[in-house]
């Protein structure tokens, strides 16, 4: 009897600490109709001012989804001045026309020109995460950042490599002359060796990004991580590419399946030049139509499969992120947007943009340990007057989370 009553305890503490965590459901209100009212005017203010309106649609666009998202019954918060986030997008195009014009105007200094955008793209992606994050609220308290610099260039520098090493190894070729076989197959092993290792490092190149990404997210003096292994990225990687193969091989059976039967059917009554000429109209219809199967499945399959493989290893110490987006339900909004911005002219593109929206948010939960009021009342806004924070704020930037 008295060893029950030792074990008591302990049975109450589990069952108390069981009842004290909260499931926070994600649910999105918006609607195609108002979203459209919104991409309408956005569209053409942006297209009168030769894109300087930009950044001003895509406050109103981020106010709108941010919103119109509620996460246990409370709605996102957005609070960024479009104005800073003009600034932000003048010099990200500043810098954009003058990588351009280097490149194209002094081509012995493009690889100056693209180690000062390595230089400063990372730090300018820091301030864009810093800015967002900051500018967006839950039950009136704001996000933060805390990934610190050296995590920005660490993770973000790789992905110039490839094109440092174009820059510096591909032989130049004079406009008008003629390429010399041994400078062309030198060519051909520099891209082809990029082009590899590139594709062989991706998922782990992706892996670092997000784990500082989602490493830095911050609320109520809630830190997240992300807790989950490289290896996982690079199944991914090669799951969507055996779906992408797959796709491709069953396009391409479909293909000379359906050329055998006209040729049995269709070609023994035409001539040898007819039948060349309905050839060459069937097949490049065919190999277009796989070509836009490819991604038709493969981007769903992936962007599900992502959602998931980030979110559910996401969380800090008393918060835990789920997602349970399935490729099915993705792949099947995804086909009727296809379809139907296709038969608007674009028109349904608002609509589609809505339809995915919420079928991403709603797929996601949070859970979270004790009561959210009691910790959400103790949080407390930290200044951290780094030089990154004071440029996201400066500058408003903005590339997107």
């Known amino acids: 009897m008295a060893q029950q009553d030792d074990f008591a305890p302990t049975v109450a503490l589990a069952d108390e600490r069981a009842a004290a965590v909260q499931a926070l459901d994600v649910r999105f209100n918006g609607s195609g109709s108002e979203y459209f009212r919104i991409w309408v005017v956005n569209l053409l203010l942006t297209l009168v001012t030769l894109t300087l309106y930009a950044p001003f649609a895509r406050a109103r666009r981020i106010a709108y989804f941010q919103n119109n998202t509620l996460v246990g019954g409370d709605p996102l918060g957005f609070h960024a001045d479009p104005w800073k986030m003009f600034r932000g997008y003048l010099l990200v195009l500043l810098l954009g026309v003058g990588y351009w014009a280097v490149s194209n105007f002094l081509p012995h200094l493009a690889w100056v020109a693209l180690l000062a955008f390595m230089v400063l793209w ?22 933060s950042f805390a990934g610190d610099l050296k995590g920005a260039y660490l993770s973000m520098l790789p992905f110039f490599l490839p094109a440092l090493a174009f820059v510096l190894f591909l032989p130049a070729v004079t406009e008008g002359e003629e390429m010399a076989p041994e400078v062309a197959r030198r060519g051909g092993i520099v891209i082809g060796s990029v082009v590899l290792l590139f594709t062989a490092l991706m998922p782990w190149l992706m892996a670092r990004i997000k784990r500082y990404q989602h490493g830095g997210y911050v609320f109520a003096q809630q830190r997240t991580q992300l807790d989950t292994r490289t290896a996982r990225f690079y199944g991914l990687f090669l799951k969507t590419g055996g ?13 000379a399946l359906v050329l055998f039967v ?39 399959y992936f962007g599900a499969r992502f959602q998931d493989l980030l979110w559910n290893g996401t969380r800090s110490e008393k918060i835990r992120f789920n997602s349970a987006l399935r490729f099915r339900s993705l792949f099947r909004v995804t086909l009727v947007n296809w379809l139907l911005i296709v038969v608007t002219l674009g028109l349904y593109w608002p609509f589609a943009k809505v339809r995915t929206a919420r079928l991403k948010l709603e797929a996601m939960s949070l859970a979270v340990d004790g009561p959210v009021d009691g910790w959400l009342a103790s ?12 440029a996201g704020d400066f500058f408003g930037m903005d590339m997107g989370l």
């Open 122 to 143: 990372p730090a300018l992606w820091r301030a864009s995460l810093q800015f967002r994050l900051r500018n967006t609220s839950w039950r009136g308290v704001r996000l």
């Open 243 to 255: 779906v992408s193969l797959l796709v491709g091989l069953v396009g391409a059976a479909l293909v």
């Open 262 to 300: 006209l040729a049995r059917g269709m070609f023994g009554d035409l001539a040898a030049g007819q039948r060349r000429a309905l050839v060459a109209l069937v097949v490049p219809v065919a190999l277009g139509v796989i070509y836009l199967l490819i991604p038709l499945v493969s981007a769903p």
């Open 379 to 390: 949080a407390q806004q930290v200044g951290k007057g780094v030089l990154g924070d004071a």
